[in-house]
């Protein structure tokens, strides 16, 4: 059964977000997951991948940037973004501590635009155990030339890209792998195939919150193949 969710509010410099946190009895890390672009924390896509992260026993804070809160459609600068990032992982980690695990590993995962944002906030110093990008958005749609990936190769931590290849935020699909050839031995390419941006595969109809959820299996192991090893 799926941990229960706590609707809760986070202070970014004076301004609240809203989240949703919940906690499997023998959670041992958190993940904190943000949304795309188009959409806030109750997409199905973002409900079902925590769920399944949660009965598989991982923690969960889902959460919403400040434009999303506000209804606006347009996102948040990187600044906005990363502040915002800063201070959902940091109560995650109260959360954790609460708990009586003050040293849990607190991973940050977003889809497209929510991972992009994390990532750069780890590159300018954000604490996370490991990223988890669902569906890194390498460039824009026909624009493989202008790639957002200057500040990538400079993070040391764990990184799970897992993306479609008919992602039209990632082609041609070689020039993923040569980014994530050049982070290093850290990160870790898993392409899905026939999937577009949203994970959708033509001719194989499913719900958001199913493709949300079959994703979760392959982030939970790859979260605990890097968890710290027990004293």
Do not use: C
């Amino acid at each position: 059964m799926t941990a229960e969710e706590q609707l809760i509010t986070i202070d970014v410099d004076g301004v609240p977000v809203s989240a949703v946190y919940a906690r499997p009895p023998a959670a041992t890390t958190t993940i904190v997951v943000a949304h795309g672009a188009g959409a806030g924390m109750e997409h199905p896509f973002m409900t079902g991948f925590t769920r399944a992260l949660d009965d598989d026993g991982i923690a969960t804070l889902r959460f919403n940037f400040p434009y999303r809160e506000a209804g606006r459609k347009f996102p948040d600068r990187p600044p906005v973004a990363i502040t915002t990032w800063r201070a959902v992982m940091d109560a995650a980690a109260a959360r954790a501590a609460d708990a009586g695990r003050p040293d849990e590993p607190i991973w940050a995962s977003g889809k497209s635009f929510g991972g992009r944002m994390a990532s750069m906030a780890v590159a300018e110093g954000m604490p996370a155990a490991g990223l988890v990008f669902l569906g890194y958005p390498l460039h824009a749609p026909g624009k493989p030339e202008k790639p957002r990936d200057e500040h990538l190769p400079g993070i040391t931590v764990p990184m799970l890209f897992l993306q479609g290849r008919n992602d039209p935020f990632a082609t041609p699909n070689g020039q993923l792998d040569d980014v994530v050839s050049r982070v290093g031995p850290n990160a870790v390419l898993e392409w899905l195939d026939g999937a577009n941006h949203s994970f959708e595969v033509k001719g194989a109809k499913r719900p958001a919150a199913e493709i949300g959820a079959g994703l979760a299996a392959p982030v939970a192991a790859f979260v605990r193949a890097h968890a710290p090893a027990a004293p």
